[in-house]
């Protein structure tokens, strides 16, 4: 199994498949254990601490109910009131044992739940997307579709995520769907069983009646780099001239992906730069060799494209290698670095940042596009999957803007 070193955390995006709203963001593998250790009782903070503990003392000893003196509920809290000290929100984070397995499993792209994704379309919790293969799919779940009931609790005025707990669960348990869908006269029914789910890094498909492949990169998990040769190899094949690199509501991944997708379209340079505590900064080379440095490039992005999908981004975009369409990127820039805790916990702590090639900050800044590209409200984004089962026509009738303002660009490009 492989293991992981660094983090960045993403933003928190509903797909039902993922048993959490994760963090996945940016990270470096290594050899080793999945967390570095720290086992650490420092000295000459016996003053600093001394009301903490006076505090701890106090409430063990005389708050008044005594079922809600939990001691490892109470040290759990203190860590992540510490933490939120920080300003960090987001990003630096406490990880509880319980959660520690589930995080290498979601960049392996091995999920838990009916495989759809979420999202909110005209104020209404609403089915973006289904994964090919997935419970969702084959119960014939489709996008559009508003969720109205989840095991007959009205969902209308849910947070998103609370609804995302009620429909995940164990794979082979049941959930109720009750949804309108445009067209028809009554609400449909569905009951799906839950899955263990594979969620590829990266998918794509030629764009109808154009020489232009659509090539979604999802998440750079692990398989980012060769799913994406692969995909590119098979546009080739396929005849096209042009790209459309989609990376909107990318949470991030592991930063050696992130590097290894953006030389496919490089041919030299840095990739990005790494800032430490310390001020010290290290540059990480664009590895030669990249399949597509020759095709015309967009390439997508929103508030959901964050950390390693940032630093692809903001590559792209100071290398002038292609122009960024959509909106600005989320701005999460910050590399978190995990560390077990002696009960099997974890702390994710932000050690580093991420700077572009040309130095700008991404941290709380984000990366703005060379074109602004506002989508209608409620549209739903056009992804490769569904491009397949999309004639000339549909496409241009799509109200994803963004995919079709990069069309524009590309087609002046090839012509």
């Given at each position: 199994?492989?293991?992981?070193?660094?983090?960045?955390?993403?933003?928190?995006?509903?797909?039902?498949?993922?048993?959490?709203?994760?963090?996945?963001?940016?990270?470096?593998?290594?050899?080793?254990?999945?967390?570095?250790?720290?086992?650490?009782?420092?000295?000459?903070?016996?003053?600093?601490?001394?009301?903490?503990?006076?505090?701890?003392?106090?409430?063990?000893?005389?708050?008044?109910?005594?079922?809600?003196?939990?001691?490892?509920?109470?040290?759990?809290?203190?860590?992540?009131?510490?933490?939120?000290?920080?300003?960090?929100?987001?990003?630096?984070?406490?990880?509880?044992?319980?959660?520690?397995?589930?995080?290498?499993?979601?960049?392996?792209?091995?999920?838990?739940?009916?495989?759809?994704?979420?999202?909110?379309?005209?104020?209404?919790?609403?089915?973006?997307?289904?994964?090919?293969?997935?419970?969702?799919?084959?119960?014939?779940?489709?996008?559009?579709?508003?969720?109205?009931?989840?095991?007959?609790?009205?969902?209308?005025?849910?947070?998103l995520g609370q609804i995302v707990d009620l429909v995940?669960?164990?794979?082979?348990?049941?959930?109720?769907?009750?949804?309108?869908?445009?067209?028809?006269?009554?609400?449909?029914?569905?009951?799906?069983?839950?899955?263990?789910?594979?969620?590829?890094?990266?998918?794509?498909?030629?764009?109808?009646?154009?020489?232009?492949?659509?090539?979604?990169?999802?998440?750079?998990?692990?398989?980012?780099?060769?799913?994406?040769?692969?995909?590119?190899?098979?546009?080739?094949?396929?005849?096209?001239?042009?790209?459309?690199?989609?990376?909107?509501?990318?949470?991030?991944?592991?930063?050696?992906?992130?590097?290894?997708?953006?030389?496919?379209?490089?041919?030299?340079?840095?990739?990005?730069?790494?800032?430490?505590?310390?001020?010290?900064?290290?540059?990480?080379?664009?590895?030669?060799?990249?399949?597509?440095?020759?095709?015309?490039?967009?390439?997508?992005?929103?508030?959901?494209?964050?950390?390693?999908?940032?630093?692809?981004?903001?590559?792209?975009?100071?290398?002038?290698?292609?122009?960024?369409?959509?909106?600005?990127?989320?701005?999460?820039?910050?590399?978190?670095?995990?560390?077990?805790?002696?009960?099997?916990?974890?702390?994710?702590?932000?050690?580093?940042?991420?700077?572009?090639?040309?130095?700008?900050?991404?941290?709380?800044?984000?990366?703005?596009?060379?074109?602004?590209?506002?989508?209608?409200?409620?549209?739903?984004?056009?992804?490769?999957?569904?491009?397949?089962?999309?004639?000339?026509?549909?496409?241009?009738?799509?109200?994803?803007?963004?995919?079709?303002?990069?069309?524009?660009?590309?087609?002046?490009?090839?012509?």
């Amino acid at each position: 199994m492989r293991q992981l070193y660094r983090w960045s955390i993403r933003p928190y995006y509903l797909f039902l498949y993922l048993a959490i709203a994760f963090a996945a963001g940016i990270l470096t593998e290594r050899s080793g254990r999945f967390i570095q250790p720290y086992h650490y009782v420092p000295s000459g903070v016996e003053k600093t601490f001394a009301p903490f503990w006076e505090a701890w003392d106090l409430v063990n000893k005389r708050f008044v109910n005594r079922e809600a003196v939990e001691p490892t509920r109470m040290t759990q809290g203190a860590i992540e009131g510490m933490l939120a000290s920080l300003g960090d929100w987001g990003h630096t984070r406490y990880v509880p044992p319980n959660d520690i397995k589930g995080l290498e499993e979601r960049l392996e792209g091995r999920l838990e739940g009916i495989g759809a994704g979420l999202g909110v379309r005209n104020g209404k919790p609403t089915i973006e997307n289904t994964m090919p293969g997935s419970p969702a799919r084959a119960a014939g779940l489709k996008p559009g579709d508003v969720l109205l009931e989840v095991q007959g609790k009205s969902v209308a005025t849910m947070p998103l995520g609370q609804i995302v707990d009620l429909v995940r669960g164990e794979p082979d348990s049941k959930v109720k769907l009750r949804v309108a869908r445009e067209g028809a006269s009554e609400p449909l029914e569905f009951s799906i069983a839950r899955a263990h789910v594979s969620v590829p890094d990266a998918s794509w498909a030629m764009l109808p009646g154009l020489p232009i492949a659509h090539i979604a990169v999802h998440s750079f998990g692990f398989s980012a780099e060769v799913q994406l040769k692969k995909a590119l190899a098979d546009a080739r094949k396929a005849g096209a001239k042009g790209l459309v690199i989609d990376v909107r509501r990318n949470p991030g991944g592991i930063k050696d992906q992130a590097v290894a997708v953006a030389s496919e379209f490089l041919k030299d340079g840095n990739v990005v730069i790494e800032l430490d505590a310390q001020g010290n900064r290290k540059t990480i080379p664009v590895t030669e060799g990249g399949s597509a440095t020759d095709l015309p490039l967009a390439v997508l992005v929103d508030e959901g494209s964050a950390s390693a999908a940032e630093i692809f981004a903001g590559a792209i975009q100071d290398h002038r290698r292609g122009k960024l369409v959509g909106k600005k990127t989320n701005g999460q820039g910050t590399v978190l670095e995990p560390f077990s805790l002696s009960d099997g916990s974890a702390l994710l702590l932000a050690v580093a940042e991420w700077l572009t090639p040309e130095g700008r900050e991404i941290w709380h800044k984000g990366i703005s596009p060379d074109i602004e590209v506002t989508l209608p409200t409620g549209a739903i984004i056009v992804r490769p999957d569904a491009g397949k089962r999309l004639d000339a026509a549909g496409l241009k009738k799509s109200d994803d803007t963004q995919l079709l303002k990069a069309i524009d660009i590309l087609k002046s490009q090839i012509q």
